[in-house]
């Protein structure tokens, strides 16, 4: 019994995940992928029809969640807005479900770049800072905001063998001191 296409999407994104980890996204050639899945180069362009397509398709769950998440916390009315914490607290889980896409993210911003996702991610830091300080944000403001954002982000992937639990809670605690609300 065969498996249905999507489950076969599922296996060649895993398996090109496998290799860009190893090999890097610039390194690894769609032949790469269908020799290791031990498929032809046209079945697997029947799913992708280039590495660049492969690569949004994995990325693409992350950056859809994280703008859901952003778009959220901004429409929310603003006596029920969520405290720096919670919004730090939402930003880390988000980055601790997607660590494993986390890491193409950081390894491969030149692939990122030409996909167009890169301000899309430093988009992101922009717009939460301005929840956090307002719509004007100084530059010190700003500055504490990519600090406390971009570490927390860099926390979930520094520190694979921590608990999320106690990793939360460090990570959470530094980005609120970065922003200089230790007590928030």
Known sequence: MSRPASGTRERIQDVARELFGQKGVQRTSLQDIADRLGITKPALYYHFKSREDLVRSILQPLIDEGERFVTEQE???????????ELLEGYFDFHYRHRADLMLVVTELTTLADLGLIDTLLAWRERLCRLVFGSRPTLEQSA???IAFGGLQDCCLQFPDSSQRRLREATVTGALAALGMPDA
Request: charged share 30%.
């Open 75 to 85: 429409n929310r009315a603003p006596a029920a807005r969520a405290t720096p914490r």
């Open 144 to 146: 504490r905001g990519v």
